[in-house]
Nanobody, 119 residues
């Protein structure tokens, strides 16, 4: 079993910054990839950014140049630094962790953290 704990969401003014964290714990043998997704009210969940075990990153066009994904392998933690936030970034942000556990491959989601960008 793998547990994901997210933190760092909140209310921020347009142009501000937030840093999200997602720590994984449990029976983890290897983490292949981690990522952040978001879901705004009335919309489908969408990819924000992903990072592989080798450090290869991928970003949605809407966040390129503003958001940075990173990972700390020693802590099994993925981060999302969000700068120059816009009202359209308002959503529930979910982390995703894909790897190998004691029982085989797994694919888990975090519980979600609310990010609200508003003046």
């Amino acid at each position: 079993q793998v547990q994901l704990v997210e933190s760092g969401g909140g209310l921020v003014q347009p142009g501000g910054s937030l840093r999200l964290s997602c720590a994984a714990s449990g029976s983890i043998r290897a983490i292949y990839a981690m990522g952040w997704y978001r879901q705004a009210p009335g919309k489908q969940r969408e990819l924000v950014a992903t990072i592989t075990s080798g450090g290869t990153t991928n970003y949605a066009d809407s966040v390129k140049g503003r958001f940075t994904i990173s990972r700390d392998n020693a802590k099994n933690t993925v981060y999302l630094q969000m700068n120059s936030l816009k009202p359209e970034d308002t959503a529930v942000y979910y982390c995703r962790n894909y790897g190998l556990g004691q029982s085989g491959e797994y694919d888990y989601w975090g519980q979600g953290t609310q990010v609200t960008v508003s003046s």
